[in-house]
């Protein structure tokens, strides 16, 4: 049977008539909603058209402001920092005009402030794609939601835009709509209104603008976080090309003039003036784009009145800053080039509590805490006596502090300094390359990775020997991160930076739960781990990081000190410091024992007060005494006799392995074994290397530091 036939209609020619009772069902509800759709809107219409103007508007101005705040209340950022003088319409460049119609708004000086036949074309864009892809609101109704409304995504807030757009249009003409849009929208980067956007981004006047200043500028009222050149340069790049080409479809300007708008470079204030209020300027980027992952737009969080309650430490916050900038210069670091970057959380929910990804915000946005990808040195260790542990070994296992060769590789330690036969727990504190070396050696370099992976670590790791040094790149955030595996009884917790996020009126909209777990490594592990890393600190290559306090951590240094770490925590603070230049270049003996420990002095000292003197709930560890006697440091032609003998043996020791163990006592029984109380006066105490002598000094008197070799 077919789905149409065709009628004769007497006196009136043929007609279709539809046959199928679903088709025919489907195009009867298809004309009813289509009917009701139509008479909605232009009920909608009337509605709109009866509405009276708004008394006053010429001088009101928006008086919601979205804030920051840390976790004891104080402000550390707002949304209404700049408070540039308005502007006339008349003093604003034609071109810029022209180029915000085109991209916002093509007929704003024809329709009534709004557009239903284009909020029901996007309405039906978005149903189809299953998401946004096509917005409706015009420039006034943009006004309307800056000067009155919230930015909930809900169909009463569109409504209202709609009414209170038609009702601005009645009390104002275009032009003066168009100059309170233009002083007040939000640009990027601190910048409310053309006139900001302008000293904020070029650092000039509206009419020392070019045209493709310009069309940057009018780019960014759709995503002013995405589009900034300072985020995205080569984002707002395309986003620029963009509005240049609706200039050319709208003959504002002609093909030659595009062509050559669309080649022109993208050239920057070298000084951006950032937000006054804007305390942790790294961190509320972080916010920023937590707060996207949540779910609330650029425009919501702007604009919205929003009251953002953070996890941040306010006050080490401000030491870290402090600290930072003290230490670095006190080194002779005070180039924009060196750098230090700054990660803080609690390991037992995983509030962030410092997060500095540079020096000076002002200067570069580049966030070395979460974007930066450089080598970990001796950092990265940890993780292969972590793997060892797991597998059985003790801490006091003794190890070949001599020359190793691995396949092509031979690693060295700093100055060719080598010890004999030491315990594992003494390689570590003391950062030896070789035992590292040996260690990997004998657990083998998948079962590393492994635990890195688990432990936190997402950035690529070559299967190669050499990451026992740390010489592939990791992320600050990702390390510190899993060193709060050691500090949480080898639990891992994912950091979070948003506790609470409230409307305008105190509704509570988004609140964070509790945080997210995983157990990793068994807690004896973690134990042995953190009684090892003690010693770094208090016997070690650490010992400038000294709080006073039960605390644990690892230094690291790469080749020729480009890079400069300790990673440290108490029971309840992790910090990772990094050190280095943003150009990869040498910073003349500067190690991970230096400007990283005491920038984490200073800011531990400040984020563990409020804990007290509190110790790890583990069960203590035995690390059995080793006598500074009975190390003797070896001369590289000494280590190379000694090597040479041992691979001439190798064959009658075949039986042997590198890592020397009771031969009656089983791995298990050796960490059974380790893992019981530990005499007070039996702290272990062993002889570190000298301070290295090519170091900078700084300028005021440091705590006692032990350099550490390459890669430590």
Same mark, same amino acid.
């Given at each position: 049977?077919?789905?149409?036939?065709?009628?004769?209609?007497?006196?009136?020619?043929?007609?279709?008539?539809?046959?199928?009772?679903?088709?025919?069902?489907?195009?009867?509800?298809?004309?009813?909603?289509?009917?009701?759709?139509?008479?909605?809107?232009?009920?909608?219409?009337?509605?709109?058209?009866?509405?009276?103007?708004?008394?006053?508007?010429?001088?009101?101005?928006?008086?919601?402001?979205?804030?920051?705040?840390?976790?004891?209340?104080?402000?550390?950022?707002?949304?209404?920092?700049?408070?540039?003088?308005?502007?006339?319409?008349?003093?604003?460049?034609?071109?810029?005009?022209?180029?915000?119609?085109?991209?916002?708004?093509?007929?704003?000086?024809?329709?009534?402030?709004?557009?239903?036949?284009?909020?029901?074309?996007?309405?039906?864009?978005?149903?189809?794609?299953?998401?946004?892809?096509?917005?409706?609101?015009?420039?006034?109704?943009?006004?309307?939601?800056?000067?009155?409304?919230?930015?909930?995504?809900?169909?009463?807030?569109?409504?209202?835009?709609?009414?209170?757009?038609?009702?601005?249009?009645?009390?104002?003409?275009?032009?003066?709509?168009?100059?309170?849009?233009?002083?007040?929208?939000?640009?990027?980067?601190?910048?409310?209104?053309?006139?900001?956007?302008?000293?904020?981004?070029?650092?000039?006047?509206?009419?020392?603008?070019?045209?493709?200043?310009?069309?940057?500028?009018?780019?960014?009222?759709?995503?002013?976080?995405?589009?900034?050149?300072?985020?995205?340069?080569?984002?707002?790049?395309?986003?620029?090309?963009?509005?240049?080409?609706?200039?050319?479809?709208?003959?504002?300007?002609?093909?030659?003039?595009?062509?050559?708008?669309?080649?022109?470079?993208?050239?920057?204030?070298?000084?951006?003036?950032?937000?006054?209020?804007?305390?942790?300027?790294?961190?509320?980027?972080?916010?920023?784009?937590?707060?996207?992952?949540?779910?609330?737009?650029?425009?919501?969080?702007?604009?919205?009145?929003?009251?953002?309650?953070?996890?941040?430490?306010?006050?080490?916050?401000?030491?870290?800053?402090?600290?930072?900038?003290?230490?670095?210069?006190?080194?002779?670091?005070?180039?924009?080039?060196?750098?230090?970057?700054?990660?803080?959380?609690?390991?037992?929910?995983?509030?962030?509590?410092?997060?500095?990804?540079?020096?000076?915000?002002?200067?570069?946005?580049?966030?070395?805490?979460?974007?930066?990808?450089?080598?970990?040195?001796?950092?990265?260790?940890?993780?292969?006596?972590?793997?060892?542990?797991?597998?059985?070994?003790?801490?006091?296992?003794?190890?070949?502090?001599?020359?190793?060769?691995?396949?092509?590789?031979?690693?060295?330690?700093?100055?060719?300094?080598?010890?004999?036969?030491?315990?594992?727990?003494?390689?570590?504190?003391?950062?030896?390359?070789?035992?590292?070396?040996?260690?990997?050696?004998?657990?083998?370099?998948?079962?590393?990775?492994?635990?890195?992976?688990?432990?936190?670590?997402?950035?690529?790791?070559?299967?190669?020997?050499?990451?026992?040094?740390?010489?592939?790149?990791?992320?600050?955030?990702?390390?510190?991160?899993?060193?709060?595996?050691?500090?949480?009884?080898?639990?891992?917790?994912?950091?979070?930076?948003?506790?609470?996020?409230?409307?305008?009126?105190?509704?509570?909209?988004?609140?964070?739960?509790?945080?997210?777990?995983?157990?990793?490594?068994?807690?004896?592990?973690?134990?042995?781990?953190?009684?090892?890393?003690?010693?770094?600190?208090?016997?070690?290559?650490?010992?400038?990081?000294?709080?006073?306090?039960?605390?644990?951590?690892?230094?690291?240094?790469?080749?020729?000190?480009? +890079? #400069?770490?300790?990673?440290? /925590?108490? @029971?309840?603070? =992790? &910090?990772?410091?990094? !050190? %280095?230049?943003?150009?990869?270049?040498?910073?003349?003996?500067?190690?991970?024992?230096?400007?990283?420990?005491?920038?984490?002095?200073?800011?531990?000292?400040?984020?563990?007060?409020?804990?007290?003197?509190?110790?790890?709930?583990?069960?203590?560890?035995?690390?059995?005494?080793?006598?500074?006697?009975?190390?003797?440091?070896?001369?590289?032609?000494?280590?190379?006799?000694?090597?040479?003998?041992?691979?001439?043996?190798?064959?009658?020791?075949?039986?042997?392995?590198?890592?020397?163990?009771?031969?009656?006592?089983?791995?298990?029984?050796?960490?059974?074994?380790?893992?019981?109380?530990?005499?007070?006066?039996?702290?272990?105490?062993?002889?570190?290397?000298?301070?290295?002598? +090519? #170091?900078?000094?700084?300028? /005021?008197? @440091?705590?006692? =530091? &032990?350099?550490?070799? !390459? %890669?430590?």
């Amino acid at each position: 049977m077919g789905m149409y036939k065709v009628q004769k209609n007497r006196g009136r020619g043929k007609r279709v008539v539809i046959e199928n009772p679903l088709l025919r069902l489907l195009t009867g509800v298809l004309v009813f909603v289509t009917g009701v759709t139509l008479a909605g809107m232009i009920a909608l219409k009337l509605y709109l058209v009866s509405l009276p103007p708004i008394k006053n508007l010429n001088s009101l101005k928006p008086n919601i402001v979205t804030t920051f705040c840390a976790g004891d209340g104080q402000v550390i950022k707002t949304f209404a920092a700049y408070t540039y003088s308005n502007v006339e319409l008349k003093e604003v460049p034609e071109m810029l005009i022209k180029a915000l119609i085109a991209t916002e708004d093509k007929n704003f000086y024809t329709h009534e402030g709004y557009d239903l036949f284009g909020l029901a074309r996007s309405m039906v864009a978005n149903v189809l794609a299953g998401h946004v892809v096509q917005g409706a609101s015009t420039i006034t109704q943009q006004l309307s939601r800056i000067l009155f409304l919230s930015n909930e995504k809900t169909f009463s807030r569109k409504i209202k835009e709609l009414q209170v757009a038609a009702q601005i249009e009645k009390t104002i003409s275009k032009d003066k709509i168009l100059e309170m849009y233009l002083n007040n929208v939000y640009l990027g980067s601190g910048a409310y209104g053309v006139k900001g956007a302008a000293k904020i981004y070029f650092n000039k006047n509206l009419k020392e603008l070019t045209l493709p200043e310009m069309a940057l500028i009018a780019g960014l009222p759709q995503a002013p976080s995405v589009y900034s050149p300072y985020n995205n340069l080569k984002l707002a790049e395309k986003r620029r090309n963009q509005v240049l080409l609706r200039m050319y479809k709208m003959r504002y300007i002609d093909k030659e003039t595009y062509e050559k708008a669309k080649k022109a470079p993208i050239k920057l204030s070298t000084m951006p003036m950032m937000y006054a209020t804007n305390k942790a300027p790294y961190f509320c980027d972080y916010v920023m784009k937590e707060l996207q992952k949540l779910g609330f737009s650029e425009d919501e969080i702007v604009n919205g009145g929003l009251k953002i309650v953070t996890t941040l430490d306010y006050n080490a916050q401000v030491k870290a800053n402090e600290a930072i900038l003290k230490n670095l210069a006190a080194w002779g670091l005070t180039r924009d080039i060196n750098q230090a970057a700054v990660f803080s959380f609690c390991p037992i929910d995983g509030r962030i509590l410092v997060y500095a990804g540079g020096k000076d915000y002002t200067k570069s946005q580049y966030d070395r805490v979460t974007q930066s990808q450089r080598p970990s040195g001796s950092a990265f260790k940890p993780f292969i006596y972590t793997a060892a542990i797991e597998k059985g070994f003790s801490p006091n296992d003794m190890i070949d502090d001599l020359p190793v060769k691995l396949g092509n590789w031979t690693p060295r330690n700093y100055g060719n300094k080598y010890r004999g036969k030491i315990p594992l727990y003494t390689a570590l504190m003391v950062s030896s390359n070789v035992c590292a070396a040996r260690l990997m050696d004998e657990i083998g370099v998948r079962p590393v990775i492994q635990l890195a992976r688990v432990m936190g670590i997402s950035t690529p790791i070559p299967f190669d020997y050499t990451i026992a040094l740390g010489s592939h790149s990791v992320k600050l955030f990702e390390m510190t991160r899993a060193f709060g595996v050691f500090a949480n009884g080898g639990y891992k917790v994912e950091p979070y930076a948003i506790e609470r996020v409230e409307s305008s009126r105190g509704t509570v909209l988004y609140e964070a739960k509790k945080a997210r777990t995983s157990k990793v490594l068994n807690i004896n592990t973690a134990a042995t781990m953190t009684a090892i890393m003690k010693t770094v600190i208090t016997n070690g290559t650490g010992r400038a990081a000294n709080i006073g306090k039960p605390a644990a951590g690892k230094t690291g240094t790469t080749d020729d000190s480009k +890079d #400069a770490y300790f990673i440290g /925590f108490t @029971p309840d603070v =992790v &910090t990772g410091v990094w !050190v %280095g230049n943003d150009d990869n270049s040498k910073m003349g003996g500067i190690t991970g024992g230096t400007v990283p420990a005491q920038i984490w002095r200073d800011v531990m000292t400040v984020a563990t007060a409020p804990y007290g003197n509190s110790d790890f709930e583990y069960p203590e560890v035995v690390l059995n005494p080793f006598s500074a006697k009975t190390i003797s440091v070896i001369s590289q032609s000494d280590a190379k006799k000694a090597w040479d003998e041992e691979e001439q043996t190798k064959e009658d020791v075949n039986n042997e392995s590198p890592i020397v163990k009771p031969d009656s006592i089983k791995p298990s029984e050796i960490l059974q074994q380790t893992l019981t109380p530990l005499k007070k006066k039996e702290v272990p105490t062993v002889d570190v290397p000298q301070e290295r002598t +090519d #170091a900078p000094k700084p300028n /005021f008197a @440091p705590i006692p =530091v &032990t350099s550490a070799p !390459v %890669g430590q």
